[in-house]
């Protein structure tokens, strides 16, 4: 076959005069009208197809990104356990803080009238672990034995054994535990002791109440200042509930103590007056 | 139904080249399939008027799609389809899809070669090398590929094999 026979150029003719008219049309009247029309005519296929298109390709993409959102996964898992780790940290350290600087306020609050030493809570101890604790200063701090160990909340306990970098304090929840108290309300008196059976539940008893003196469930009790252990006008628990005695005389009433005796950290020792 | 089959080729490869696009990139290189179907097609066509239409429908869309000189791909395509219509006819020692590849190969190296021309008013080695030769081995390795499909499809008696006794 002659490549450029009548038949062939007749083709190449037609393709440069086309290739002509458009090129002439686009500089000329700023489009080409062929190139219009197929675009015209061809765009809503293609517009369908394009959907099917970028279904594809969301899916290639997922497909190929999925070992990438794998090891990001991993890498936010890691992240999570090291974010919750250091929240759990933060709260933590909040939490001491409050409590440090309640301990602070109420060290500063005495300091006008007693003398007083911080300890933390080291261990619990006895049967019973709320009826005795361990805290960390001793006679070298001046922690001597009978010094009232109180809480920002209320009272804890008293001093009972003490060595040299230690002390053991008998909570208000040990049945050998007796602390002269005032309803904060009315003013009527009586004392406050440990219950072995209440004890269980981080309660103690309220008795020695004389029964004309009203009391109420929600009333606060307080010590009264006598015996001379505890200073006067100390939080010692709220009523939780009040009823007479097997002698009908007198009133019983379950104390809630205001410090959480089973959950103490860090504890305020009064070692002396000034 | 022959015309239909070549519509639907023509259709086809129109559709995966503007739409789908991002699937045959490799490399910000796409493969002129259009270009690869014509040069198969007018190699393999004997009827004059049908290689004519074909190549004339196949340029004008090909030279229509965005980002085409519209002017230098109808010239050229049609142009390279008379050549390697008459390639059929010559060095037929040679393989049918070597002359075809070969064709092919020239005209994609020369029609990217011409459109960064027109585009760039330049031609450099980096272009070259980055750009028109990529292109050329990516629209051959497409060509190799739609050979022996388009021949299958389009022309099966000639993959007949004729024995004269």
């Not at chain 2, 690869?36 to 290689?51: D, P, S």
């Not at chain 2, 000189?69 to 040679?94: K, T």
Request: glycine content about 8%; hydrophobic content about 45%; charged content about 20%.
């Amino acid at each position: 076959m002659d490549f450029f026979s009548k038949k062939w150029r007749v083709v190449l003719i037609a393709a440069a005069v086309i290739a002509a008219a458009g090129f002439a049309a686009d500089h000329f009247i700023g489009f080409n009208p062929i190139s219009t029309a197929v675009n015209f005519v061809a765009s809503p296929v293609q517009s369908g197809f394009s959907y099917i298109a970028h279904a594809m390709e969301d899916a290639r993409d997922f497909i190929w990104d999925m070992r990438a959102y794998k090891a990001d996964n991993e890498k936010l898992e890691s992240e999570n356990i090291e974010l919750k780790r250091a929240n759990r940290d933060s709260a933590s350290y909040r939490e001491e803080n409050e409590r440090l600087r309640e301990l602070l306020d109420l060290k500063t609050s005495m300091d006008g009238s007693y003398t007083t030493v911080a300890a933390q809570v080291i261990a619990y101890s006895g049967d019973n672990r709320c009826e005795r604790m361990e805290i960390n200063k001793g006679t070298l701090s001046g922690i001597a034995v009978g010094n009232a160990v109180i809480t920002p909340d209320g009272i804890a306990g008293k001093v009972t054994e003490t060595g040299p970098d230690y002390a053991v304090v008998t909570t208000i929840l040990d049945s050998s535990s007796a602390i002269g108290i005032k309803v904060s309300r009315t003013g009527g008196s009586g004392l406050v002791e440990g219950d072995e059976e209440l004890s269980k539940d981080v309660w103690c008893k309220l008795s020695f109440m004389d029964k004309n003196t009203p009391i109420i469930v929600g009333d606060i009790v307080e010590t009264s200042g006598t015996g001379g252990i505890y200073p006067a006008g100390l939080v010692v628990g709220s009523v939780m509930s009040v009823s007479a005695d097997s002698t009908g005389a007198l009133n019983y009433a379950v104390i809630n103590p205001a410090a959480e005796i089973d959950k103490l950290r860090e504890v305020l020792v009064i070692n002396g007056t000034k | 139904m022959r015309v239909v089959k070549i519509i639907a080729w023509i259709f086809s490869i129109y559709i995966i080249q503007t739409v789908f696009g991002e699937f045959i990139n490799i490399m910000g290189t796409v493969p002129d399939l259009l270009l690869a179907f014509i040069l198969i097609f007018a190699f393999h066509e004997w009827n004059y008027k049908t290689v004519a239409y074909v190549t004339l429908s196949c340029a004008v869309l090909a030279g229509s799609s965005v980002g085409q000189q519209f002017s230098l791909d109808v010239l050229a395509m049609s142009a390279a389809a008379v050549l390697v219509h008459g390639l059929s006819e010559r060095a037929r020692f040679i393989p049918k899809p070597v002359r075809v590849e070969c064709a092919l190969a020239v005209s994609a190296a020369v029609i990217s070669a011409a459109g960064y021309f027109i585009i760039y008013k330049s031609m450099g080695i980096a272009v070259i090398t980055g750009s028109i030769l990529p292109h050329t081995a990516y629209t051959v390795v497409c060509g190799c590929i739609m050979y022996p499909i388009v021949v299958k499809t389009l022309f099966p008696k000639q993959n007949k094999k004729v024995f004269i006794i």
